[in-house]
């Protein structure tokens, strides 16, 4: 049982971290692209920087909207021989209680230090390698 209520909090974490990390990215995208100027649209430094500025700052937007979701996952796995939490809402308001809401955050800053350039290097990747292979497929 307790690896089953891991498997849901981890799958109810994922929708909506994918969710708001794609939708962000494209708000922070055309908000950069914006604040550039049309004077740097195609210009390849540019377009780098704004892909690993957005990828960064939708990776952190997404992480602290999930963010109580992930600490309750993390809190099931740690549960070793006793079941401290008997459920997703259970622990919800077993941590708003002993630990007052901010203790859905704990935590939050070292996640966001890693998960800043994680997301920052894929997307930045991701949108490096779609204009390589979209730019190759004109010519073949």
Not at 35 to 46: I, M, Q, V, Y
Not at 55 to 78: H, K, N, W
Request: proline fraction near 2%.
């Amino acid at each position: 049982m307790k690896k089953d209520l891991e498997h849901l909090v981890t799958i109810a974490h994922r929708l909506p971290y994918s969710s708001v990390n794609f939708y962000a990215y494209e708000c922070y995208k055309n908000l950069l692209r914006l604040l550039l100027g049309e004077k740097h649209r195609g210009n390849t430094g540019a377009d780098l920087f704004v892909h690993f500025v957005a990828g960064g700052l939708s990776g952190i937007t997404a992480a602290a909207a999930t963010y109580p979701l992930d600490l309750v996952r993390t809190r099931f796995a740690a549960q070793r021989s006793s079941t401290y939490y008997r459920g997703i809402s259970h622990a919800f308001t077993t941590i708003c209680r002993d630990e007052g809401f901010l203790g859905l955050y704990k935590g939050l800053g070292a996640t966001l230090l890693g998960v800043g350039p994680d997301i920052a290097i894929s997307f930045s990747v991701y949108e490096s390698l779609r204009s390589f292979w979209q730019s190759r497929s004109l010519f073949l």
